[in-house]
């Protein structure tokens, strides 16, 4: 009797997913917890693995088709998972010297060979280390960005066509996640009073104190380096808890004021803009926000964070300074009503003390829900998060 291929439940935020790629055809051996196939949601892909060893029978469910919490989208004939294609898979790996324990998916498998690549060459991202066919996708395009070379006339793009006017036109469709942000974006836009205030910040005291503790930190701290994120998100915090306001949200015709402080963290990922949150960052050290905001940085990279992690947040902290950004606005993350912009540190010439000095400073930009934030409360708002990190002592003191 056949098993059904269940997707798995989703969360109450999430109302549907899309297929986005099966690793199994049908009439594949697969075996018990082997991935079968990718579904993306508006935030995270989610792995679907076989619930039993057996043969494929029937896909119910193809790439970009809509499918919601439990519904089947394949099912499978139970019995023992075979291993006949392993003797073929073997000697072509040994061939082009591939580690034995590279777990490929088929997909994978006939890019690597079509590409003549090595699987040492690819990290995998897939359940337990397995390489997918977007791994290969991904390592193709990150070469043919360094080495700046056209695509190869012989490898066919069957998304490449000719515009009007007979130049070279590419369309790929959007994915979920990218759909979502555009969306929210543009509802933002037109559905809250959004307003940026601007101030600047001399980081010479911060710098001066990682200059100072960094190896001291790093070492006591098993490896956690010292960065400048965790000033800001503690500086945050300390100033949420002066003006709620801030760390509210609102919920139809009611304002909700949190408790807590719970911040995200803009990350930049391969699939596009994610939040992870930091909870209770009023309880965290600088050791603790420094290590986690790397490992959702890593797990953002490898596409591997869950849909709890970014769930909710009461304020958010966009850094576009990595890319280089001297001055931008950022775009609220609703329900929040606020969001904190860092930028580039750029040397330039400051008044101090009746003295012209060089400092290394930076823009800081706070958009608001007007709405809900009225401008004193967010300029002493952006204030005080600038007097709290030109003297960090203030945080230790609480002042």
């Not at 590419?170 to 601007?198: C, D, G, K, Y």
């Not at 909710?312 to 576009?320: A, L, M, Q, R, Y």
């Not at 010439?349 to 934030?373: F, N, Q, T």
Request: some cysteine.
């Amino acid at each position: 009797m056949a098993i059904e291929i269940k997707a798995p439940t989703l969360p109450e935020s999430v109302p549907d997913g899309t297929i986005a790629t099966w690793y199994k055809n049908v009439g594949d051996k697969v075996s018990r917890d082997e991935l079968l196939v990718d579904i993306e949601t508006d935030k995270v892909v989610i792995e679907v693995a076989s619930p039993a060893d057996g043969t494929m029978e029937e896909i119910f469910k193809n790439s970009g088709d809509i499918i919601v919490s439990n519904e089947a989208i394949g099912s499978l004939l139970p019995g023992e998972a075979t291993a006949a294609a392993e003797p073929e898979l073997t000697p072509q790996i040994a061939q082009k010297s591939e580690p034995a324990e590279a777990i490929l998916s088929p997909a994978a498998k006939k890019l690597l060979e079509e590409n003549a690549l090595s699987a040492d060459e690819i990290t995998g991202s897939g359940k337990d280390g397995r390489i997918t066919k977007e791994d290969v996708v991904n390592h193709l395009a990150a070469a043919e960005v360094e080495q700046s070379t056209p695509l190869t006339p012989n490898a066919p793009d069957p998304v490449a066509a000719m515009s009007t006017d007979g130049r070279l036109e590419e369309r790929v469709p959007m994915s979920r996640l990218r759909a979502t942000v555009a969306n929210r974006l543009l509802e933002v836009s037109q559905s809250t009073a959004m307003l940026t205030t601007f101030n600047e910040i001399n980081m010479q005291p911060i710098m001066e104190i990682r200059s100072r503790y960094r190896e001291k930190f790093e070492e006591t701290h098993g490896g956690v380096r010292l960065g400048f994120m965790s000033f800001f998100v503690r500086a945050c915090t300390e100033a949420l808890k002066r003006f709620p306001a801030v760390n509210a949200s609102i919920d139809g015709n009611d304002i909700v004021y949190h408790g807590y402080q719970d911040i995200g963290v803009a990350v930049s990922s391969p699939r596009g803009l994610v939040v992870p949150v930091l909870r209770n960052a009023d309880n965290m050290g600088f050791a603790q926000i420094e290590k986690e905001i790397r490992e959702y940085g890593l797990k953002a990279k490898e596409g591997k964070l869950a849909i709890e992690e970014m769930t909710g947040g009461t304020f958010t902290i966009s850094n576009g300074g990595v890319f280089g950004s001297l001055l931008s606005t950022p775009i609220l993350n609703p329900p929040q009503t606020a969001i904190l912009g860092m930028h580039k540190i750029q040397d330039r010439p400051m008044a101090i003390e009746g003295e012209v000095k060089a400092l290394p400073m930076m823009y800081l930009a706070l958009s608001y829900d007007h709405r809900m934030i009225d401008g004193k409360e967010a300029v002493q708002f952006l204030v005080t998060v600038k007097e709290l990190l030109e003297d960090p002592t203030r945080l230790l003191l609480e002042i």
